[in-house]
């Protein structure tokens, strides 16, 4: 079975903090790596997706992938409250993908 | 703006009856698409890929013969639930990838909230 797997949460930080948001997988023949916000009773949208290891930055996010560890993470700076959503790590290794549970974050203005 | 058009966004409808939802890539072919099902505070679970022009291919645990896949063109999946009961009630979102390969991200249609009484 691939495992995705995330911290559930909720996560909570104060308004213009930095939220990091973790996930790992399993199966290490995974190669790509996305993260998805979901709003309450809306379907997810595509913030970011990495393939390679390090970091990668789009505005205030921040994707951070380390294969050997198999751990994924988001870092999101200068948090808003309109970032509150759950965040979901999506992995892919070829045909399909496969989702972590989600990590319920919620900043406080 | 929307590259994946689902609808309808709601419906409600009685015990035994079935529904029929539309999933539909707009400017871009997919000749696969993907369903989800996500029942409240739980992550999406993959329930069937829709292949153009073939079978599509279930996930362990999920009713071929309930949940019906017909992937009739390009940019047109459909998902009919029939007979629906009261515990399919849930949130079904389909998806596409736009890019090439495999790897590409997926976008995914608005969802479509079933509510079966």
């Known amino acids: 079975q691939k495992e995705v797997e995330q911290n559930s949460g909720p996560l909570s930080v104060p308004e213009g903090a930095i939220a990091s948001l973790n996930c790992t997988y399993s199966d290490r023949g995974s190669q790509s790596f996305f993260w998805y916000r979901q709003y309450s009773g809306k379907s997810p949208e595509l913030i970011m997706f990495i393939y390679s290891n390090g970091d990668k930055e789009d505005g205030r996010f921040t994707a951070q992938l380390n294969k050997a560890s198999q751990y994924v993470s988001l870092l999101i700076r200068d948090s808003q409250p309109s970032d509150s959503a759950t965040y979901l790590c999506a992995v892919s290794g070829g045909y399909d993908m496969r989702f972590g549970a989600g990590t319920r974050l919620t900043v406080k203005p | 703006g929307a590259v994946v058009s689902q609808h309808p966004s709601r419906v409600i409808c009685k015990s035994g009856t079935s529904v029929k939802i539309e999933c539909r890539s707009l400017?871009?072919?997919?000749?696969?698409m993907f369903w989800y099902r996500q029942f409240p505070k739980q992550s999406l679970m993959l329930m069937a890929t829709?292949?153009?022009?073939?079978?599509?291919?279930?996930e362990q645990g999920v009713e071929k013969d309930k949940f019906l896949i017909n992937h009739a063109s390009l940019t047109l999946s459909t998902l009919t639930v029939t007979s629906a009961h009261p515990e399919d009630s849930s949130f079904y979102i389909c998806?596409?990838?736009?890019?090439?390969?495999?790897?590409?991200?997926?976008?995914f249609g608005n969802g479509t909230r079933l509510t079966v009484t």
């Open positions: 998806s596409a990838r736009r890019g090439q390969g495999n790897n590409s991200p997926l976008h």
């Open positions: 829709s292949n153009e022009g073939s079978k599509a291919t279930y």
């Open positions: 400017d871009f072919q997919a000749t696969t």
